[in-house]
């Protein structure tokens, strides 16, 4: 094998085969509060018939899954401490009142806790689809590729 002199040249990195429309409507489709869903309808029905690309509905789907598991963490955090904090004021009178409403606090911190890995999961989500790359998220993007092959 016969190696030529000469300086190195990097390969040409590959241009990205998604628009930036496409781009910043993938990521826009992450954002809280019902917008990101509402920009991803607006998205599909202005471009129409051709929004049949796997990488805005990846993310959009992907969206969605995130949104309603955002609710549903959230959703049961306040209602079991709702629970727990309502059982606890039935003893109010032995453990203190300091001490309900010490607990009252901490028991709506146990829901933020429970959801920053998730919130987390958003800012990456947009920034992987403005980069024009799949945002691997270990068991939600397993589930939405199954989705999305009809399986």
Not at 52 to 65: G, L, P, V
Not at 71 to 97: K, V, Y
Not at 100 to 110: A, D, I, P, Q, R
Request: with cysteine; aromatic share 14%.
């Amino acid at each position: 094998m016969v190696m030529k002199q000469g300086k190195y040249e990097r390969p040409a990195e590959p241009k990205s085969m998604y628009t930036f429309p496409e781009k910043a409507a993938a990521a826009g489709t992450y954002l809280p509060a019902m917008i990101g869903f509402l920009i991803g309808i607006v998205y599909i029905l202005a471009k129409g018939p051709g929004c049949d690309r796997s990488f805005f509905r990846f993310h959009f789907y992907q969206s969605i899954f995130l949104s309603v598991l955002l609710f549903l963490i959230q959703a049961l955090g306040t209602g079991m401490s709702g629970i727990i904090i309502g059982t606890i004021r039935l003893f109010e009178g032995m453990i203190g009142s300091g001490t309900v409403g010490f607990l009252t606090e901490n028991l709506t911190m146990v829901t933020y806790v429970l959801m920053a890995p998730f919130v987390l999961l958003v800012p990456y989500g947009m920034i992987m689809s403005l980069l024009g790359r799949y945002a691997d998220i270990p068991w939600v993007s397993r589930v939405i590729r199954s989705n999305m092959a009809g399986r």
